[in-house]
């Protein structure tokens, strides 16, 4: 006897459950995803951009070294097939140390982002590709973390990246991907926060702690989370003195419009060259979105310099982005920046290249919260066609196709059935008509076309039907 799906479960003791931090999706909520995606990929495409993909696994020697220590601890790790113990360090197994011990029981990792993998990809297929090379990868990935509202273990990101340019062009055009494509999706109110990490570099040369700038990022990065005294206390904890943070606040604190901020900048950061460096990319970017935006001024964005943007990712060298809904209560939904050393990890130096992510799992969050997705998203099946005996099921065969080959997505109800149930099917489906084969139909070759949101009922030609429902 074979085992049906009804008696698998009811074998079963175990309660069935999903992994913290992942979801199941819907055919409903499929679709909206889909919406965002193709929204998104469309954009793109305008701007040049080719899609590849990346395997879901990496070696972990690819990724680890690339996110900094917090996001070190945050990869996935995937224990090595069959007795992975017996090759374990018999010493670090007894000392019960974990981290030491992984790379004895673990060689491949989930992929933490798209990033990396696509470094590696650059690298791999360097002999294959034209430069400036322009991509897009829409995939899922995975992070250890916490997870909480709007914080995914797994979650999709969009990504769009060019290597082999270091045109400040592509971060102009970068912020006009980020407009437009929120733009699409419904989204009115947001803002797109640009930094340099040349600027904050500068910032840890002329406190005297150069040497303390990945500590001096990381934690800045979090004073949206921790506040201005988190922060100064997880500075004083890395290193730095009361001395160093009086110097650091007022930078920190900067306040005004960008050309105010800028200004600001220059004189703090005079003695820097590296600092100064940061400034003037940022004035280039500007210059370019002024060029891009005089046919069209009124697209312009919502850009803030923000100098306590860090994004606490070790790869960044020049401008980096972070994007915040100021429609709903959400972290960033989308963020990037520049890496020109990344390629240099794996072996292929002075290869330069800058690109940004979209957040999709929480731009979806945003956009149900607000109810932002149009009522044609929802859209599946628009007719389903009745079924009451094998005779009306043969004389509806050719008519659903038809309805089919009109572009009409149509559904035949699978076996006879009492029509409560076949209506409850199309109300569960949100299917908009039902058309009713009985043996008058038959007869006379009119249908009857039920609307079910109105209730009404017409007799029709199929000819008519098809004009009627197509969209």
């Known amino acids: 006897m074979p085992v049906t799906f009804c008696t698998f479960v009811a074998m079963s003791n175990i309660k069935p459950s999903l992994v913290k931090g992942t979801r199941d999706f819907s055919p409903q909520e499929m679709v909206k995803r889909n919406h965002i995606f193709d929204t998104i990929k469309t954009v793109f495409k ?189 500075l004083l904890e890395r290193g730095f003195t009361e001395a160093d943070l009086e110097k650091l606040k007022p930078v920190i604190l900067l306040q005004g419009s960008n050309e105010e901020k800028l200004n600001s900048l220059r004189t703090v950061l005079a003695d820097s060259a590296t600092g100064m460096s940061g400034i003037a990319e940022i004035e280039t970017v500007f210059k370019y979105l002024k060029g891009l935006l005089q046919s069209n001024p009124a697209f312009s964005p919502d850009l803030e310099l923000d100098i306590t943007l860090a994004r606490g990712l070790n790869y960044y060298t020049g401008c980096i982005f972070e994007v915040k809904t100021n429609e709903a209560a959400m972290g960033s939904i989308g963020g990037g920046g520049r890496y020109d050393d990344l390629t240099g990890m794996f072996g292929l130096k002075g290869l330069t290249g800058v690109g940004i992510s979209f957040g999709a799992d929480r731009i979806y969050d945003v956009l149900l919260e607000l109810n932002l997705f149009p009522e044609s998203v929802a859209a599946g099946t628009k007719v389903l066609i009745s079924n009451f005996d094998e005779a009306a099921e043969l004389y509806a065969l050719p008519i659903v196709q038809q309805l089919r080959n009109a572009g009409i997505a149509a559904e035949l109800y699978p076996s006879a059935a009492k029509l409560k149930k076949q209506m409850s099917y199309a109300d569960a489906k949100n299917i908009p008509y039902v058309i009713l084969i009985g043996s008058d139909e038959m007869q006379s070759g009119a249908l009857t076309l039920k609307d079910m949101q109105s209730g009404q009922q017409d007799k029709l030609s199929l000819e008519t039907i098809i004009e009627k429902i197509k969209d």
């Open 46 to 234: 305008k701007y040049g951009y080719a899609e590849i993909q990346t395997p879901t696994m990496e070696n972990l020697s690819t990724l680890t070294g690339k996110y900094g220590d917090e996001g070190d601890k945050l990869i996935f790790k995937i224990l090595n097939s069959g007795d992975f113990l017996s090759k374990a360090n018999p010493e670090l197994l007894a000392n019960a140390n974990s981290q030491k011990l992984i790379s004895s029981i673990s060689e491949k990792a989930l992929r933490y982002d798209l990033t990396v993998p696509f470094a590696r990809y650059v690298v791999m297929h360097q002999n294959d590709i034209s430069l400036p090379f322009k991509r897009f990868q829409v995939q899922p990935v995975w992070r250890a973390d916490r997870p909480q509202k709007g914080r995914y273990r797994e979650f999709y990101q969009c990504d769009v990246d060019v290597v082999g340019s270091d045109s400040l062009l592509n971060e102009a055009e970068f912020v006009l991907i980020y407009q437009e494509a929120l733009s699409n999706l419904g989204l009115k109110d947001f803002t797109i926060k640009l930094n340099n990490r040349k600027i904050l570099s500068g910032i840890a040369e002329i406190i005297g702690k150069p040497e303390l700038i990945i500590d001096m990022t990381v934690a800045i990065d979090k004073l949206d989370k921790i506040g201005l005294d988190g922060v100064s206390k997880e």
